[in-house]
């Protein structure tokens, strides 16, 4: 019986199709053909059809069997392409065979048809069998690498050394790290750091499952089970081991908390037979301290009861001289302490800031970290605090704060009616006591507040001595360097140019950093002197932004300066700091391809309590401000830049205040990298504030920002 034979015949002769059709029928098969002359035909014969093999003519009219092998190629098919011709020559056969061509023969010969289309049959039948073991092979990985990362342990591959060769998800999660870090380290080096050499348990080689219980590392907090099963081939040779790390802190906790509440009941019972007693109250406080710290391990206990509206030491145990002097009277002002007072018990891992600074010292010296407060309450009335701590760093758990809640519960009622006498008698020592510290405190405060008036006055000194000094040589680099970038005429190489390019820049932000601070300087102290004249601010921005000329140079940035050119009265060099300073932030923070506007008009009254509810932010009573003037000159610098958040546009002119961080945005590779000194809006402030003025910040239109000056213009100013 014939096999059926599908086959896409490129062929434009009739004839010579009928001869190669007529030879495959005596070869025993039943050929199903399609025939086609053009690459068109040929791409809608491969789209609409599967075929077993392509026979091709080389050259014809209107196509050729290199174009036939670009489209065979392009559509993806493993289909064996022959090549029948009676005019091509070994070298273009040899060409095509190498374009991809899988045989070609002469149509003299036909006779070599048959074996050689059951040869590529064959041949293709076994590149789609490797495709589908591939595939296969593909699809089993996946699905065991699935299997893996769904596993809720750590599971770790490695050779016979300990080599890791394959982990799973959950182990690149656990130890915070991506797959190349975990692959070729040593599984011992992972787990036991340093000390792999010591008690390493990846060391066993089993030849059977070998299980471990209750492990610690030392690179690692908890308890672990670990299981580690030998990976042999199929003739048993072991090749590997698979080791699966299972986390069992949580059921170990539960464990330990169990063993736990037996104490904890033990605590309770013999808490309860003592506070039957009928000894003093300060004997039933310092017994039972002394069974806390038998029976709970507790290190350091003490109680404090109110008296007076203050927490005053009662009873202590463990606790330093310099200790039990520092909490004699807890201030009750802290959030915890507050907290606790209200009935809540407050718990610390450590000792912390939560603590006074003089208590925080001796606890320290101490030797005191973890601690925990619960109020002792009768109903809902605290009458005072029970204090523990530990030596060590602890969690208290939910069940020690109950347990302590109760003893603390307890002890109130009893403390309550051996105190009641005691307390009234020390209320009036303890008021005098406190008026004293009082006194005291406001003496301290007094002193501390001069000296911090002397500190800050010979700050300024200093700011202002060092930013005189330091301006000379400054502005002597600074013009060297410029010199030599713009008029020297060097010819300089890239890699000098770069180098004093670089020290420009530095030299320049160095000296704003020095006007800035001897600028801040001067308004702190009240030292600024206008020297007021009429000017033309559009023509100063103008030669402001000539001093950018160098580091915009490397800038795509469009700066537009227009409007109202009406002179105005104000100092020239603090006005051009004031711009330079605006115009600075807004080349800055307007990333490349953005647009810097400078833009002036004037204002009347009228418009600005227009905008109250903008400008009240920052100038709170507006309306008082803006009595006498009815006039004001108006300065807006607008930039495309990253923006400022509405709840931080009013902090942004305090001293050191900066927004973000211009390394996120696109201009921080730029000359204007640099965050600055976070003074520049701070000297702006003071500046117009000297010139009876105002200075606030909006949002742009295009999500930057709006900087914007305000000069009294009334009466106009007329040029000199």
Not at 94 to 116: C, F, N, V, W
Not at 129 to 141: H, P, W
Not at 533 to 539: A, E, H, K, T, V
Request: net charge negative; hydrophobic share 40%.
């Amino acid at each position: 019986m014939s096999e059926d034979l599908k086959i896409l015949l490129i062929e434009d002769s009739e004839d010579d199709a009928r001869l190669l059709l007529r030879e495959i029928e005596r070869g025993g098969y039943r050929p199903v053909c399609r025939r086609v002359e053009t690459a068109e035909e040929m791409q809608e014969a491969l789209a609409g059809s599967a075929y077993d093999i392509v026979l091709s003519d080389y050259q014809m009219p209107q196509f050729s069997a290199p174009a036939a092998l670009r489209i065979l190629k392009e559509s993806g098919l493993d289909i064996p392409f022959i090549i029948v011709s009676g005019k091509i020559g070994e070298e273009l056969a040899a060409a095509a065979i190498k374009e991809g061509a899988h045989d070609y023969l002469m149509k003299e010969k036909l006779s070599r048809l048959i074996p050689s289309i059951e040869r590529e049959l064959r041949e293709a039948h076994e590149r789609r069998s490797r495709r589908n073991a591939d595939n296969a092979i593909r699809a089993g990985k996946m699905e065991w690498e699935a299997v893996i990362d769904s596993v809720s342990d750590l599971i770790f591959l490695t050779s016979t050394d300990g080599t890791i060769i394959r982990c799973n998800r959950k182990s690149i999660e656990y130890f915070n790290t991506d797959y190349q870090e975990l692959i070729g380290r040593n599984i011992g080096q992972v787990f036991y750091g340093s000390s792999a050499e010591q008690q390493n348990i990846f060391k066993v080689q089993p030849t059977a499952q070998e299980t471990f219980e209750e492990i610690t590392f030392p690179t690692l907090k908890g308890w672990f089970h670990v299981s580690i099963c030998p990976m042999r081939s199929t003739t048993r040779e072991l090749k590997g081991l698979v080791h699966v790390i299972k986390d069992i802190t949580q059921s170990k906790k539960m464990e330990e908390e169990k063993q736990i509440s037996d104490r904890e009941l033990l605590t309770l019972h013999a808490v309860a037979f003592r506070l039957n007693s009928k000894i003093g109250a300060n004997k039933i406080m310092n017994d039972l301290l002394l069974q806390l710290h038998t029976i709970l391990q507790v290190d350091f206990a003490s109680i404090h009861l109110l008296d007076d509206n203050f927490l005053r030491l009662k009873a202590s145990f463990g606790l330093s001289r310099t200790f039990e002097a520092a909490i004699k009277r807890l201030p009750n002002y802290v959030p915890w302490l507050s907290q606790v007072l209200s009935g809540k018990p407050y718990k610390s891992k450590a000792a912390d800031r939560e603590l006074p600074a003089n208590v925080l010292r001796t606890a320290s010296d101490m030797g005191m970290q973890a601690w925990c407060v619960v109020p002792l309450k009768i109903g809902q009335e605290v009458m005072g605090v029970l204090m523990v701590a530990h030596k060590a760093e602890k969690a208290y758990s939910d069940r020690e704060v109950f347990l302590l809640t109760s003893i603390a519960s307890q002890l109130a009622v009893l403390i309550e009616n051996h105190t009641l006498y005691d307390r009234m008698k020390e209320q009036n020592v303890e008021l005098q006591l406190s008026r004293q510290e009082l006194k005291d405190n406001l003496l301290r405060v007094k002193e501390a507040n001069t000296e911090l008036e002397r500190l800050n006055d010979a700050k300024n000194s200093f700011i202002g001595m060092a930013s005189h000094e330091l301006k000379t040589p400054i502005t002597s680099i600074l013009g060297g360097v410029e010199f030599l970038l713009k008029y020297s005429g060097l010819q300089m190489t890239p890699e000098q140019l770069d180098i004093f390019t670089s020290v420009y820049e530095g030299v320049t932000q160095l000296k704003t950093l020095v006007d800035d601070l001897l600028s801040i300087s001067r308004l702190e102290a009240d030292g600024i002197i206008l020297q007021k004249r009429s000017l033309r601010m559009i023509p100063l921005c103008r030669e402001i932004l000539d001093t950018f000329a160098l580091p915009l140079s490397k800038r795509q940035l469009v700066i537009d300066i227009t409007g109202d050119d009406t002179p105005v009265l104000a100092d020239e060099a603090f006005s051009k700091l004031a711009i330079r300073n605006l115009l600075e932030n807004a080349i800055k923070f307007t990333p490349d391809g953005g647009k810097v506007e400078v833009t002036a008009s004037l204002t009347g009254r009228g418009e600005l309590l227009s905008e109250q509810e903008l400008l009240e932010p920052f100038y709170p009573g507006l309306g008082n401000l803006l009595d006498g003037v009815s006039l004001f000159y108006r300065l807006d610098v607008r930039d495309s830049g990253i923006g400022i958040p509405p709840e931080e546009r009013v902090r942004v002119f305090e001293k050191f205040y900066g927004i973000g961080d211009i390394a996120y945005h696109s201009s921080g590779k730029t000359e204007f990298m640099s965050k600055g000194t976070g003074l520049g809006l701070a000297i702006v402030r003071g500046i117009m504030d000297a010139h009876h003025g105002f200075v606030w910040t909006s949002a742009s239109r295009d999500g930057g920002s709006v900087f914007s000056l305000l000069f009294p213009a009334d009466p106009p100013a007329t040029d000199q």
